[in-house]
Nanobody, 121 residues
Framework: QVQLVESGGGLVQAGGSLRLSCAAS????????MGWYRQAPGKQRELVAT???????NYADSVKGRFTISRDGAKNTVYLQMNSLKPEDTAVYYC???????????????WGQGTQVTVSS
């Protein structure tokens, strides 16, 4: 099994910044892709950004130029630097990972528990 533990959410004023972290642990052989999704009240969960192993990052149009996703492969950790935050960024942010697990190298998808980000106007 694999666990994803997020941290770094909180309350910030519009225009401010926050940095989210997500650390993966468990029976990990390798992580194929890690990403962040968010879900605002009354809305569906949506992609924010993804970063594959050795590949190109992908961002939702709504966060391009403001958010940056990065990854520390040695620590199995993904980060989301969020700048110029807007009230519409308010949501629960979820970490996601596609993982090859030991010992049989099966591929599974995992979610973190979510961290609240609230941006006040």
């Amino acid at each position: 099994q694999v666990q994803l533990v997020e941290s770094g959410g909180g309350l910030v004023q519009a225009g401010g910044s926050l940095r989210l972290s997500c650390a993966a642990s468990g029976s990990i052989f390798s992580i194929i892709v890690m990403g962040w999704y968010r879900q605002a009240p009354g809305k569906q969960r949506e992609l924010v950004a993804t970063i594959p192993s050795g590949g190109r990052t992908n961002y939702a149009d709504s966060v391009k130029g403001r958010f940056t996703i990065s990854r520390d492969g040695a620590k199995n950790t993904v980060y989301l630097q969020m700048n110029s935050l807007k009230p519409e960024d308010t949501a629960v942010y979820y970490c996601n990972a596609d993982v090859l697990i030991n010992p049989n190298l099966s591929r599974y998808n995992y979610w973190g528990q979510g961290t609240q980000v609230t941006v006040s106007s």
